[in-house]
């Protein structure tokens, strides 16, 4: 009996061995379908918490000039009478890939999934500068595309440029309404004195 275990471990190394190194799995290159990235992911010590995320009490992590600039505005649209609810900020690029896993099977290819959920290493996420928002008077719209009717969204399309942040859309968009109206990338404006200046 032990010989017959013995003889059936050294098939499956010699199979795998014969097998050679696994398949390297072709990627997806974001830069193609979104017009940006790489990105690298954000350092722990670099993120400041920007609230909680209502349903799951998961705290949500934005990099610092992002969190900053999200804390003004959470502050402005709550000023106007509007509750910006962060529902996700920061995200691991192993959480990322699990995510882009999941969506490959429900569509079927990495092609198609990468129209709804960015490959790791291509969202803004892993980057720590984009955030997924809620309005507080209508939490049944979080991550959902009824959020384009909330006041909250409203709000932001009027407003959130003024703090660095913009709608995230894939490059195709063209004019027609947004995949993800609840997905918000920081981007600040560009010092245009400072980027002239030559050494």
Not at 34 to 60: K, T
Not at 134 to 149: A, L, T
Request: aromatic share 10%; charged share 25%; net charge positive.
């Amino acid at each position: 009996m032990k010989s017959l275990l013995a003889g059936l471990c050294l098939l499956l190394v010699a199979a795998n061995l014969w097998a050679g190194p696994p398949a390297k799995r072709r990627g997806i290159d974001g830069r193609a379908l979104y017009g940006y990235g790489p990105f690298e992911e954000a350092q722990e010590s670099n993120l400041e918490s920007i609230g909680e995320y209502r349903s799951s009490g998961r705290i949500v992590k934005l990099l610092g000039p992002a969190a900053q600039s999200f804390r003004e505005m959470q502050a402005e649209a709550l000023r106007d009478g509007v509750v910006l609810v962060p529902v996700s900020g920061f995200r691991e690029n192993k959480r990322q890939a699990v995510l882009f896993r999941r969506a490959v099977r429900k569509h079927g290819s990495q092609k198609k999934a990468a129209r709804w959920v960015a490959p790791p290493g291509f969202s803004h996420h892993e980057a720590g500068l984009a955030i997924d928002l809620g309005d507080e008077s209508s939490p049944q719209c979080d991550v959902r595309r009824c959020f384009n009717k909330t006041r909250a969204y409203k709000w932001l399309t009027e407003n959130a440029e003024r703090f660095g942040f913009a709608l995230n859309r894939p490059r195709s968009a063209g004019s027609r309404p947004p995949r993800e109206p609840w997905h918000w990338r920081f981007m600040p404006p560009v010092d245009t004195d400072q980027a002239s200046t030559t050494d």
